[in-house]
């Protein structure tokens, strides 16, 4: 069986915090004995009185465990027996946790002080918004939005997924632009905010997308439950990225191009369906764009996406359809196409694509 070790965490629940959510940050971690080092501190320092902090580690082969059980006593251990990836991984993890609200925190984040309560609260004055991330910002470059959500995730008609402060590649310098909190179309698996009672009712994460674009599936699933997903700016966390498969990685380029396919044939409407092999179309486009420049593994990475995405479908190995449809609440998704925007527009920033968003 998995093995679950739970510890008080220091200050975690008093007297004067029974009414507050019970909150659990759950980290999944996977060979990151040196992330946990670095970064758990900064949780551990968090203020927010109701809280637990759990680890779940996904069967590392590095010293994780050990380096938990001796400098980090304080943490709720997590043991699984085999590496389910993300999806797997936090489905089986969450099953062992009793909370209000989950957070599920990448490893390689840092979290700032009182990170957690602006969340909450606007959980609280909002009873119809079920998952919200926090303005995520570079670990590297501090002064810049991260990749992964930067100030709350959009989506275009063909799927690509970009943010406020990021598209594509381009990570705009943080200004203020996006302080405000706002709705989304998705909030980043980094850090997210997620109530246990949304997440159990949505099944959680599809295990055939196994790392990478799972929390737009599921963010796109609580839409159309007639769930909000929010951004709140005033939390503030920094981002390593790359932590586990760097963005060079064509492991990585086959999971994001092969769940973006997913991500379409899942959820789109039967009458947009079209709009799948045009994208697949796009793709070949992209791959010939890597071949030219000399990219041969990751030009394969795209091609193998394709053939293991039909084969997916062929085999019934992922569905269609949600568990219900209680109205259908699209914010953020951007009407246009973002690859044309991008490339031929030459239109860099979020707010020169979107014009005057919140």
């Known amino acids: 069986m998995n093995e679950m070790r739970r510890n008080d965490v220091e200050g975690s629940t008093t007297a004067g915090s029974k009414n507050k959510p019970r909150v659990a940050v759950v980290i999944l971690n996977w060979n990151g004995s040196n992330f946990l080092l670095k970064f758990l501190p900064s949780v551990l320092a968090s203020t927010y009185p109701n809280l637990e902090i759990v680890v779940a580690d996904n069967a590392s082969t590095d010293d994780s465990v050990t380096l938990l059980k001796e400098k980090f006593p304080k943490v709720t251990l997590w043991e699984n027996k085999k590496n389910e990836g993300f999806a797997g991984g936090y489905n089986s993890a969450l099953k062992q946790v009793d909370a209000d609200v989950f957070v599920l925190l990448n490893s390689d984040v840092e979290v700032t002080p009182g990170w957690i309560e602006p969340i909450v609260a606007l959980l609280e004055s909002n009873p119809g918004i079920a998952a919200c991330q926090p303005k995520v910002l570079s670990f590297h470059k501090r002064d810049t939005f991260e990749y992964a959500g930067a100030s709350g995730g959009w989506i275009d008609r063909f799927g690509y997924p970009f943010a406020r402060g990021r598209v594509f590649d381009d990570c705009e310098t943080d200004t203020g632009q996006y302080n405000n909190a706002a709705p989304c179309f998705w909030a980043t698996g980094a850090a997210l905010f997620i109530r246990s009672e949304d997440f159990i009712k949505s099944g959680g994460f599809d ?101 293991s995405f039909l084969g997916y479908v062929i085999l019934g190995k992922v569905k269609r359809g949600v568990t219900e449809t209680k109205g259908k609440n699209y914010d953020g998704m951007y009407r246009g196409l973002l690859v044309w925007a991008y490339f031929g527009m030459k239109k860099k920033r979020f707010s020169e694509i979107v014009g005057d968003k919140p």
């Open 207 to 307: 295990v055939a997308f196994f790392a990478h674009q799972e929390e737009i599936d599921l963010c796109w699933r609580l839409h159309s439950m007639g769930r909000e997903i929010y951004v709140q700016p005033a939390s503030v966390v920094y981002h390593v990225g790359g932590g586990t498969l760097a963005s060079s990685s064509p492991q990585k380029t086959y999971l994001n191009f092969r769940n973006n396919l997913f991500l379409l044939y899942k959820n789109l409407p039967k009458m947009k369906l079209l709009i799948l092999p045009a994208r697949m179309l796009l793709d070949l486009v992209a791959m010939m764009r890597m071949l030219m420049k000399g990219e041969l593994k990751m030009a394969r990475a795209i091609l193998k996406a394709q053939f």
